[in-house]
């Protein structure tokens, strides 16, 4: 199907408070297949946002190469959608009107825009609650809406970072779920930063392991459970233990390496 996302030997660095260089990823090459699912796990504070930006058209390379479908990435993409740890629900807009915010920039009437705004918002299981605003609604209905946002535009590559860590499990299993069913639906390409190697596992075609700071790919794990796939149907599989086992140990080393430091 070809490739969608690809980092080649790309280095970032930002100023940091003594005048010098932090260098945030070093010669990382990574590459997303299209309609792939890939999920990007590593120790605190190794890039994988920082990655997810660069991919995005949010952040300039030192050196390196970034391409979006074979073409070279130069600054932000409309086919790309981006769905971040905030939900970014604009507090004085109701819950449709946030929904129907992307599509009301890129110049859709407001009837069709609305419509289609209807139409996620029941698919996300948010209908009734059209006229409320961010404030009335769950911590997992804001992200429902927030990931709603996002898909009314039909976006070619969804990027997004952690999207559920400030959930609790139950939440966050059900949004799982939820995930797996629009991307099944969609045929988009996803990649997903996450913390949790459960939820790694749990979700991807593909989990890519990052070093520590300066980050860079050290690790690939196929991810060969049988897809549809549903969280309760896989987390607790002989073969989702053996896969988990083998990417903690992995990872293990690269916290123990990011603690002892350069």
């Known amino acids: 199907m070809g490739t969608m996302l690809e980092l080649k030997d790309v280095t970032v660095e930002f100023p940091s408070a003594d005048g010098k260089r932090l260098r945030a990823l070093e010669g990382m090459n990574l590459s997303v297949e299209q309609k792939e699912l890939v999920a990007l796990v590593g120790p605190s504070g190794c890039g994988k946002t920082t990655a997810l930006n660069v991919l995005a058209g949010q952040l300039p390379v030192v050196q390196g190469q970034v391409h979006l479908a074979g073409e070279p990435v130069e600054g932000l993409l409309p086919s790309v959608g981006y769905v971040s740890q905030r939900d970014t629900l604009l507090p004085w807009r109701t819950v449709l009107d946030n929904v129907a ?22 698919q996300m299981g948010l209908q009734g609650f059209e006229g409320s605003y961010p404030r009335e609604l769950s911590g997992g209905m804001r992200k429902r809406a927030a990931i709603a946002r996002v898909l009314a535009v039909s976006p070619a590559v969804l990027m997004m970072d952690e999207p559920f860590a400030p959930l609790d499990a139950l939440t966050r299993q059900k949004l799982q779920n939820e995930i797996l069913q629009l991307w099944e639906d969609s045929g988009c390409t996803i990649l997903y930063v996450t913390h949790d190697l459960t939820e790694a596992i749990t979700l991807a075609d593909r989990v890519v392991l990052m070093s520590a700071r300066p980050g860079r790919v050290v690790g690939e794990y196929p991810i060969d459970l049988p897809r549809p796939r549903r969280v309760m149907d896989v987390k607790f599989s002989p073969r989702f233990v053996e896969l988990e086992e083998t990417v903690w140990r992995d990872l293990e080393r690269e916290l123990r390496q990011g603690e002892a430091g350069p």
Not at 101 to 122: C, I, N, Q, S
């Open 101 to 122: 915010l992307a599509m009301e920039l890129r110049g859709v009437g407001k009837k069709a825009r609305r419509e289609r705004a209807r139409a996620l918002m029941e």
